[in-house]
């Protein structure tokens, strides 16, 4: 099993930066067989929708909206996974969510609320 908690979400005006952080702990065999990381946000009456992942390689991917200003990247273990976001807009609110999956199970943290003012 794997466990996942979500931090640094808050309060923000837009052009502001916030960084989000997963600490991932648990089962050491899974942890080391991830395979993709990733960040995902749901705002209200919407889907979970993806904003940016970490491949095994250290690839990333990102949403559409975010890129040029949002960064993943993680520790060498897995352990921590980081969300830089830069020049934040109030689109951008949304309950930010940590994803991991290992050796075919997905887990999720309980997610961090992000709120941009105009």
């Known amino acids: 099993q794997v466990q996942l908690v979500e931090s640094g979400g808050g309060l923000a005006q837009a052009g502001d930066s916030l960084r989000l952080s997963c600490a991932v702990s648990g089962n050491n065999f899974v942890i080391t067989n991830n395979n993709l990381v990733g960040w995902y946000r749901q705002a209200p009456g919407k889907q979970r929708d993806l904003v940016a992942t970490?491949?095994?390689?250290?690839?990333?991917n990102y949403a559409v909206s975010v890129q040029g200003r949002f960064t993943i990247y993680s520790d060498n273990w897995r352990k921590t996974v980081t969300l830089q976001m830069n020049s934040l807009k109030p689109e951008d609110t949304a309950v930010y969510y940590c994803h991991f999956r290992a050796l075919g199970r997905e887990y999720w943290g309980q997610g961090t609320q992000v709120t941009v003012s105009s």
């Open positions: 970490l491949d095994k390689v250290g690839s990333a």
